[in-house]
């Protein structure tokens, strides 16, 4: 069987774009240009209650890619987890057409973001966009694919048609399984993990793969390189956990 290594990225790059709002109550005001930064500028925005005391995630899929709800649900427990929010976490799930395309370069993700998305912060209240597409990512190669890329500060990717492709077949990780494990990797790179927002409070960062835990048991632990590292991070037939050093990071930023 040919060996695939797998990758999930961070987008540092930041894009600045018109986008379209939601109507909001004559008391809201909101600002684009916060859900515009580099990735983990917001942890502890995210973290804490201390500017924020809710969170909306806007979930948007390409029709016929949409994440399963076992993902969602384990993906708001993970939220719930480490995050004070004591209005709540909320969830707003929404299909959209497929632009046809095959391959999506990281600009035209952003562009597909600024074109579809609703939800941004209020004065109270953070939003996250969460992306499923139907394509793969022009840098994936014969040997190396991309399942996701956190490249916003409330923005991450997941190339749902990718996930699809490598679960739920003989020898192969459960779909849903393979979606948490994804997107809360992701998602830990937006709460500004490893190193990236949320300061260190030990030296676990991996120096071969930055932003990445050192620990092997790790959610953040990058594993890429053994060719078939996703399955062996969800072959006990759970989701991986954040190890404890990625948890001091995050009490330490606001966190739980």
Not at 68 to 86: E, Q
Not at 200 to 224: A, F, G, I, R
Request: glycine content about 6%.
């Amino acid at each position: 069987m040919k060996k695939v290594i797998v990758i999930l990225t961070i987008g540092l790059v930041l894009f600045v774009s018109c986008s379209k709002d939601d109507a909001l109550d004559a008391s809201e005001t909101i600002n684009p240009v916060t859900n515009k930064q580099t990735t983990g500028s917001s942890s502890n925005d995210l973290l804490s209650d201390k500017k924020f005391a809710s969170m909306v995630v806007e979930v948007v899929y390409v029709q016929g890619f949409e994440p399963s709800t076992t993902a969602i649900n384990n993906f708001v427990s993970f939220l719930n987890a480490r995050t004070y929010k004591p209005n709540g976490i909320s969830i707003v799930k929404r299909a959209i057409p497929s632009t046809g395309k095959a391959t999506f370069t990281d600009k035209e993700i952003v562009a597909i973001e600024d074109a579809n998305r609703t939800k941004f912060n209020t004065s109270n209240q953070i939003a996250v966009w969460l992306f499923f597409t139907d394509g793969k990512s022009i840098n994936d190669t014969s040997t190396s694919v991309i399942l996701g890329t956190a490249y916003r500060n409330t923005s991450l990717v997941i190339y749902e048609q990718t996930v699809q492709g490598l679960s739920d077949s003989p020898f192969e990780p459960n779909r849903s399984l393979l979606e948490t494990t994804v997107i809360s990797h992701e998602f830990g790179h937006i709460l500004g993990l490893t190193n990236l927002g949320a300061p260190l409070q030990s030296n676990h960062e991996d120096t071969s793969h930055p932003k990445h835990c050192n620990v092997e048991s790790c959610l953040m632990y990058w594993s890429s390189e053994t060719g078939h590292g996703i399955a062996n991070m969800v072959s006990g037939g759970s989701a991986p956990q954040l190890d404890a050093q990625c948890l001091a990071d995050l009490r330490a930023n606001g966190g739980k």
